[in-house]
């Protein structure tokens, strides 16, 4: 490879056709005599413009028609001709530089253009200066070279994990998943789809880890009023059902009641709304949300059967994920759940009963009301909940968390308007994320952010050595397994 | 006649006669003097034009160059003609040369050729080359005898042993066509002017000979002729005239030179070969009656696609042959891998002096 040009951040390479190289692979150009390295990525592969070329393609052209023969070429000229002709043009974004051995922001040298030596750098000099003490496979380069990473830098961060339908976004979610368990976090899965109850099973077996409870809601996941207390009661109320302000004052009076008298239940609740002395359009409303509450079967009066995140967690105190299975439940359920399930665990996460846990959101939109986007992104996070947002409409998460996500794991999207949302990732080049995105395989995805030392790269995803529900279902199954 | 002619003329025969083509072999003398004169340049430097194909000037120019006295002409000398189709084969030679830099003393240069043959309604070629080369005033002069070419006489210059050399190939390809093809039409590009150094006049007698004993007509077609009369080229006689015509000027034309060094071995025409087509000028073999000739032409133009006037045949040859300038990086960069020849970009004295300020070509780069 020979360094063509250079304009700003952006640097022209000439790549010739025995030099095996792909968008995403980085590229380490050293200057031998100034004793540094430009850490330069590619973002498009095009054919060099070499001189005469449309003539010779032209004249190809005809000869491939109605024009047969044969060359007498003793020199071999047309060796070199194809040599030419298959040049190709990298264009590289330069991402770095290197001193001395180590890593440099200092990018603004030129490298000699006759001098410099160019080649393909291993991904492990750019990740090499994360911590390892929590050091994880997340997957590999295009030749099949390790990318390890490490998971200090998922602590305290916000992810976004995005991409088209099926092109393995659930894959990466459920490795990380499973990762952090391992090293020992505690993870919460708000799970639409049913993609993650299995992660405790390994492929082909029927045990299943104790450090994977899947949770569904009204069945194994159920609260006592005791435990969840008005205000959480009340928010879900207000947000999951919308009960108008007068209507929550009259609820809040009737709750307190309900505490001094020490009989806080679902039953005592129930006969307490409609033997309140209030307005009748009130006692309806009020009426209304609870048997709505009460036929989600998410409340208990036995203490036994409700679950407990506190007790949960400190048993669990090597790892454990808890996968709250919202298949097929309707969207207030899923709203009740997710408010219940938040609120419990900002509690728990202001007492300190909880040092930090690992949030992963799937399709958010679904469930998660709109103030909660601003908080997650900012209260939260300082009470050390830390949130992985999955989806495959970008649209449906704020500008906003782009910008402010410090993880990033791009799959393949091919619509403009998805592409253009995607650009705003503050940590990365909108031309970047245009060139490499509209062209990855599956399972195959853009990692931008600090669990890649800041350094964008091209994955493929470890494979998962646990069962897994969700990846999409095919009716031709066989002719796709035999494509 | 060798052994290694004999090979040669046997794979163009073959070449020409039987599906599919099958290339011939370039004679192991040109292929010494390439390896020979490029050898000795090992590890020279070469100074490398900045842009090469910008002297990829007609090289094929007429012997005469001459403004000339004409009469009148009348329509009756307009020889009309209708394209009649025919079985005989066509086909075409063309060649070409480039200098890809200076060494220093004299320079690099290639050398192709192409041989085209119509068949039936299908194109088939043989591409001989590139053949690399060097040229200069240390050249290795004992090679070229051997290439055909005759001792010099005064100074040389670049300029002159490349067409020399070019002209050898082409004879060669020429004289190799016309042994194994027979009652074909044979095209080249050019004249049958001869009698300069370049194009010795025995050669083309003989190419000629060789021609009429195999019933092969052979016609030159020259783009550029440089017979004027008062400064309009000869083909502006036909410039009216929207039919296919011929119009012979050859008297006209012979009786305003002398004898001596030039020969007309070609009896001149001025030929339209296509309704509304370029007008060129077209030699026949002046021992060729004109009947002959006329039918020669009426059957190339009804055998072969004659688009703009100018044969298929033949436009393939020279696009084959030519030179483009991805060729051009090739072949350097073969120089320099195989014989160690190092590039350097040649400076340009008037950009130097001047900067944008110049007027040549090279201020553009």
């Given at each position: 490879m020979k360094i063509l040009k250079k304009e700003g951040d952006s640097i022209q390479l000439l790549c010739f056709p025995d030099e095996d190289v792909e968008k995403g692979d980085y590229i380490l150009i050293t200057d031998g005599i100034k004793d540094r390295a430009l850490i330069s990525q590619i973002i498009d592969v095009q054919y060099a413009n070499i001189p005469g070329i449309l003539e010779d393609l032209l004249r190809d052209g005809i000869s491939e028609s109605s024009l047969t023969g044969e060359d007498v070429d003793p020199f071999r000229v047309s060796s070199q001709l194809e040599v030419l002709k298959d040049t190709r043009l990298l264009i590289a974004k330069i991402r770095g530089a290197m001193q001395n051995n180590r890593m440099s922001r200092d990018v603004s040298w030129l490298p000699s253009r006759i001098r410099a030596r160019v080649e393909v750098m291993s991904p492990n000099l750019l990740t090499r200066e994360l911590s390892n003490k929590h050091a994880f496979e997340l997957g590999s380069t295009r030749r099949s070279a390790v990318i390890a990473s490490d998971l200090s830098a998922l602590d305290g961060r916000l992810n976004i994990i995005t991409g088209r339908k099926g092109t393995g976004k659930s894959h990466l979610s459920r490795l990380l998943v499973t990762t952090l368990v391992?090293?020992?976090?505690?993870?919460?899965?708000?799970?639409?789809?049913?993609?993650?109850?299995?992660?405790?099973?390994?492929?082909?077996?029927?045990?299943?880890?104790t450090k994977i409870v899947p949770l569904i809601p009204g069945v194994n996941l159920r609260f006592s009023l005791n435990e969840i207390g008005l205000s959480t009661f009340l928010g879900i109320l207000v947000h999951a059902l919308s009960l108008p302000d007068n209507s929550s004052r009259v609820f809040a009076r009737i709750w307190r009641q309900l505490e001094l008298q020490n009989s806080l239940r679902m039953d005592t609740l129930g006969t307490a709304i409609a033997n309140f002395d209030c307005h009748e359009s009130i006692k309806d409303a009020l009426q209304a949300r609870f048997n709505t509450l009460d036929d989600s079967g998410i409340f208990t009066n036995d203490p036994k059967a409700a679950l407990s995140?506190?007790?949960?967690?400190?048993?669990?105190?090597?790892?454990?994920?808890?996968?709250?299975?919202?298949?097929?439940?309707?969207?207030?359920?899923?709203?009740?759940?997710?408010?219940?399930?938040?609120?419990?665990?900002?509690?728990?996460?202001?007492?300190?009963?909880?040092?930090?846990?690992f949030l992963f959101a799937e399709e958010a939109h679904l469930y998660l009301r709109e103030t909660y986007w601003d908080d997650i992104i900012t209260r939260m996070r300082h009470l050390g909940l830390f949130t992985t947002f999955i989806t495959n409409q970008p649209d449906t998460i704020e500008g906003g968390i782009y910008r402010q996500a410090d993880n990033i794991f791009l799959f393949n999207f091919s619509n403009e308007h998805d592409l253009e949302i995607v650009s705003k990732v503050a940590k990365l080049d909108g031309e970047t994320i245009r060139m490499i995105v509209r062209e990855l395989p599956p399972q195959r995805c853009l990692a931008v952010g600090d669990l890649v030392g800041n350094f964008p790269m091209?994955?493929?995803?470890?494979?998962?050595?646990?069962?897994?529900l969700g990846a999409t279902r095919y009716f031709f199954q066989d002719q796709i397994a035999a494509a | 006649m060798s052994h290694q002619s004999t090979t040669i003329q046997q794979s163009i025969s073959e070449f020409v006669r039987q599906e599919p083509a099958i290339a011939g072999e370039l004679p192991e003398r040109f292929l010494r003097f390439c390896h020979l004169s490029i050898e000795s340049k090992r590890g020279e430097f070469l100074y490398t034009e900045p842009n090469v194909t910008d002297q990829l000037l007609p090289t094929n120019c007429d012997a005469e160059s001459s403004s000339l006295e004409f009469g009148t002409v009348d329509d009756n000398e307009i020889i009309k003609f209708i394209p009649t189709p025919s079985s005989r084969p066509v086909a075409a030679i063309d060649t070409s040369t480039i200098r890809l830099g200076e060494l220093e003393d004299g320079s690099l240069c290639a050398l192709r050729g192409a041989v085209v043959v119509l068949d039936g309604k299908h194109y088939k070629y043989t591409r001989y080359g590139p053949l690399m080369f060097s040229l200069g005033n240390s050249l290795l002069t004992d090679?070229?005898?051997?290439?055909?070419?005759?001792?010099f006489n005064g100074v040389s210059n670049v300029?002159?042993?490349?067409?020399?050399?070019?002209?050898?190939?082409?004879?060669?390809?020429?004289?190799?066509?016309?042994?194994?093809?027979?009652?074909?039409?044979?095209?080249?590009?050019?004249?049958?002017?001869?009698?300069?150094?370049?194009?010795?006049?025995?050669?083309?007698?003989?190419?000629?000979?060789?021609?009429?004993?195999?019933?092969?007509?052979?016609?030159?077609i020259s783009?550029?002729?440089?017979?004027?009369?008062?400064?309009?080229?000869?083909?502006?006689?036909?410039e009216v005239n929207s039919e296919p015509c011929l119009l012979d000027v050859d008297k006209r034309i012979r009786r305003q030179f002398t004898e001596f060094p030039i020969q007309f071995l070609g009896r001149i025409f001025v030929g339209k070969l296509a309704r509304s087509g370029f007008p060129f000028r077209i030699d026949f073999d002046r021992r060729i009656s004109t009947e002959d000739c006329v039918a020669g032409i009426k059957q190339l133009t009804g055998t072969d696609i004659v688009d703009q006037g100018y044969p298929e045949t033949l436009r393939v040859a020279h696009i084959l042959s030519t030179f483009t300038a991805s060729d051009v990086l090739a072949i350097q960069s073969l120089a320099r891998a195989r014989f160690g020849i190092q590039l350097l970009p040649k400076i340009a004295l008037r950009r130097s002096l001047f900067g944008p300020f110049g007027t040549g070509w090279e201020t553009r780069y």
């Open positions: 391992k090293h020992g976090a505690p993870v919460v899965v708000l799970d639409v789809n049913g993609e993650y109850v299995n992660l405790g099973r390994a492929t082909g077996s029927r045990e299943s880890s995140l506190d007790e949960v967690f400190r048993t669990h105190g090597s790892g454990v994920a808890l996968v709250i299975n919202m298949k097929n439940q309707p969207s207030t359920l899923r709203r009740i759940t997710v408010e219940l399930f938040i609120s419990k665990l900002t509690d728990l996460l202001s007492s300190h009963n909880l040092k930090g846990l091209v994955i493929n995803v470890r494979p998962l050595e646990v069962q897994t | 090679q070229f005898p051997s290439l055909g070419i005759t001792s300029e002159i042993l490349l067409r020399r050399v070019r002209n050898s190939l082409e004879r060669w390809l020429q004289l190799s066509v016309t042994r194994s093809l027979a009652n074909g039409l044979i095209l080249i590009d050019g004249s049958l002017t001869a009698g300069t150094p370049d194009n010795p006049s025995a050669e083309m007698e003989n190419l000629l000979g060789v021609a009429r004993r195999s019933e092969n007509l052979m016609i030159a783009k550029n002729t440089q017979l004027r009369i008062q400064d309009k080229s000869i083909t502006a006689l036909l």
